[in-house]
């Protein structure tokens, strides 16, 4: 079975398991190479990246870019490696990644990842470190997930986030303990957990306490 093959096959089981949309499945199965799949998956990545199909597809992914590695780097895909731009699917990596400049990286699995410049980072599985350098952006679902906040960045969903020495965080959502700052904006149900009250921002919901009183 050729990688082409291979993917093809993946994204029709993936599609069956997840009850995909007609059309969508239609695009899939008329793709007549890897870039044609990869076009369909950019096409409605969101979507993806949220469902059972990323699930079952990330799985069996690695496994094809190990030999097809090329043609998804020229679509903008990447698999466990670092990147300054495209789509970055972790999923079981060896090392930590680094990804930078406009690259929007998609965690799957456990792992350790710094966004640097401006690019982002998505995660909806427990048991990640996430290191937010420069003006990234990090939206974390899961409260068993670490978020460090070295620079700037901004940050929703659920989380557990650590702010040190000079951070500026836009965060809604989530639980922030503080162990320095320049400022912190905080909205939605984020509690703030910080001995200085000084350069910190509440608004809706967001809450302040000192910092003993996390647990």
């Known amino acids: 079975m050729t990688d082409f093959e291979q993917l093809k096959e993946i994204c029709r089981v993936a599609c069956h398991e997840r009850n995909a949309c007609k059309p969508g499945f239609e695009a899939l199965m008329q793709a007549d190479s890897i870039p044609a799949i990869l076009a369909v998956w950019r096409k409605n990545w969101d979507d993806i990246f949220s469902s059972k199909f990323a699930d079952v597809m990330v799985k069996n992914v690695v496994e094809v870019y190990a030999t097809a590695a090329d043609e998804f780097r020229r679509a903008l895909f ?12 972790i999923s079981s990596p060896t090392e930590p990644i680094t990804v930078g400049g ?24 427990a048991g990640s470190k996430i290191i937010l350098r420069g003006h990234s952006y990090g939206h974390i679902d899961h409260a068993d997930t670490r978020v460090e906040v070295r620079e700037f960045a901004s940050a929703g969903g659920t989380m557990e986030c650590h702010t040190y020495n000079a951070a500026e965080v836009i965060i809604q959502g989530g639980t922030l303990i503080d162990h320095g700052h320049r400022r912190i904006t905080a909205s939605g149900t984020t509690a703030v957990y910080s001995d200085i009250t000084r350069n910190i921002e509440l608004s809706g919901d967001a809450s302040l306490h000192p910092t003993n009183e996390y647990k």
């Open 102 to 125: 406009t690259a929007k990286a998609y965690i799957f699995s456990p792992a350790e990842v710094t966004a640097t410049e401006n690019a982002q980072v998505y995660c909806r599985t």
């Open 78 to 89: 990447f698999v466990n490696e670092p990147s300054e731009r495209g789509i970055v699917i």
